[in-house]
C-alpha cells in the first residue's frame, strides 16, 4: 500500500475528524486537490426535521425516521418503525464521487446498532437508489452491511461490469450497543483497501479491478429493523473525500 500521508489517514484514527486535511496539507492544496465533506451532527446545518436533511435524500420505509440524538459529540439516529424490514434510507443527494486513475477516495464512519442480530443495514457508496439494503443492493456499490438474522460484518464492491458479486465476511462480528468504527479507500481504478476500528482488514482487500465501479456514486447510510421492534442504527460520524494523486 503506499506510504503517502494520505495512506495514513485510516491509521492515524483521524480520518473522521476534519482537522486531518489541515494537519496533512495547507489550506490552499486541500482547496486545489481535495474535495469531500463530514459531520459530527453536533449542529442544524444538514439536519431539518426527521424527514429531511439538507443535501440528501430521505425516504422512509413505513414509519422510518432520523433524529438528532442529545449525545455527546453528535449522533444521528436512523430509527426504524415497529413492522419488520421498515426503516430509513438517508443518501447525499448528488453522486460526487467517481473512482478514476489519478485519484484516491477515502470514506470513514462510527456507527452502532440497538439490536446487531436484528437489524440490517449499509454505509458506503452507492449509485442513487431510495432502497439500498442487502435485498436491494445497486449494481455499482462499495460498503459494509450486515443482513438481519446474524452478527456477521461483510464488506461488498461490485459494479455494472463485474455482475453481482458475493459479499465478503470480514470476521469481525458486530454487538448490541457497541460503536464501531468503518472505513475504506478505493486506490484509483486499481484495489480497495478496508479498514475496521482503525486497523486495516486485509481479509476484505479488493484488488480485482472490474469490481470497482467506474461510475459516478453518492454516500449512504441505510437501515432496516429486522423485528416488531423500532431497532436504529446510530451514526457518531462520517467523512468522504475524494483526493487527486
Not at 113 to 126: I, M, N, R, V
Not at 134 to 145: L, N
Not at 187 to 211: C, K, L, P, Q, S
Given at each position: 500500500m503506499p506510504n503517502s500521508p494520505r495512506s495514513q489517514w485510516h491509521r492515524n484514527g483521524l480520518y473522521g475528524r476534519d482537522r486531518t486535511a489541515w494537519t496533512l496539507f495547507s489550506p490552499e492544496t486541500f482547496a486545489r486537490q481535495m474535495f469531500g465533506n463530514f459531520s459530527h451532527f453536533v449542529g442544524p446545518e444538514e439536519y431539518q426535521s426527521t424527514t429531511a436533511m439538507n443535501g440528501f435524500t430521505v425516504t422512509a420505509d413505513g414509519a422510518g425516521t432520523i433524529v438528532l440524538l442529545d449525545r455527546v459529540g453528535g449522533w444521528l439516529q436512523l430509527l426504524a418503525g415497529v413492522v419488520e424490514g421498515q426503516g430509513v434510507n438517508l443518501q447525499q443527494?448528488?453522486?460526487?464521487?467517481?473512482?478514476?486513475?489519478?485519484?484516491?477516495?477515502?470514506?470513514?464512519?462510527?456507527?452502532?446498532?440497538?439490536?446487531?442480530?436484528?437489524?440490517?443495514?449499509?454505509?458506503?457508496?452507492?449509485?442513487?437508489?431510495?432502497?439500498?439494503?442487502?435485498?436491494?443492493?445497486?449494481?455499482?456499490?462499495?460498503?459494509?452491511?450486515s443482513h438481519d438474522g446474524d452478527?456477521?460484518?461483510?464488506?461488498?464492491?461490485?459494479?455494472?461490469?463485474?455482475?453481482?458479486?458475493?459479499?465478503?465476511?470480514?470476521?469481525?462480528?458486530?454487538?448490541?450497543?457497541?460503536?464501531?468504527?468503518?472505513?475504506?479507500?478505493?486506490?484509483?481504478?486499481?484495489?480497495?483497501?478496508?479498514?475496521?476500528?482503525?486497523?486495516?482488514?486485509?481479509?476484505?482487500?479488493?484488488?480485482?479491478?472490474?469490481?470497482?465501479?467506474?461510475?459516478?456514486?453518492?454516500?449512504?447510510?441505510?437501515?432496516?429493523?429486522?423485528?416488531?421492534?423500532?431497532?436504529s442504527m446510530k451514526i457518531d460520524w462520517y467523512n468522504i473525500v475524494q483526493c487527486y494523486v
Open positions: 443527494a448528488h453522486e460526487t464521487f467517481l473512482p478514476a486513475a489519478d485519484r484516491d477516495i477515502h470514506f470513514g464512519c462510527r456507527i452502532e446498532l440497538d439490536d446487531a442480530t436484528e437489524s440490517q443495514w449499509f454505509a458506503g457508496l452507492a449509485i442513487t437508489d431510495t432502497d439500498v439494503d442487502v435485498g436491494t443492493i445497486p449494481a455499482d456499490i462499495v460498503g459494509y452491511w452478527l456477521n460484518l461483510d464488506f461488498q464492491a461490485q459494479s455494472t461490469a463485474s455482475g453481482v458479486i458475493a459479499a465478503v465476511d470480514t470476521g469481525q462480528d458486530l454487538a448490541d450497543n457497541t460503536a464501531i468504527e468503518l472505513g475504506f479507500t478505493i486506490h484509483g481504478i486499481t484495489d480497495i483497501h478496508t479498514w475496521i476500528n482503525g486497523r486495516e482488514d486485509t481479509t476484505a482487500y479488493v484488488n480485482t479491478v472490474a469490481n470497482i465501479p467506474i461510475t459516478e456514486m453518492a454516500m449512504v447510510f441505510s437501515h432496516r429493523t429486522g423485528e416488531g421492534v423500532t431497532n
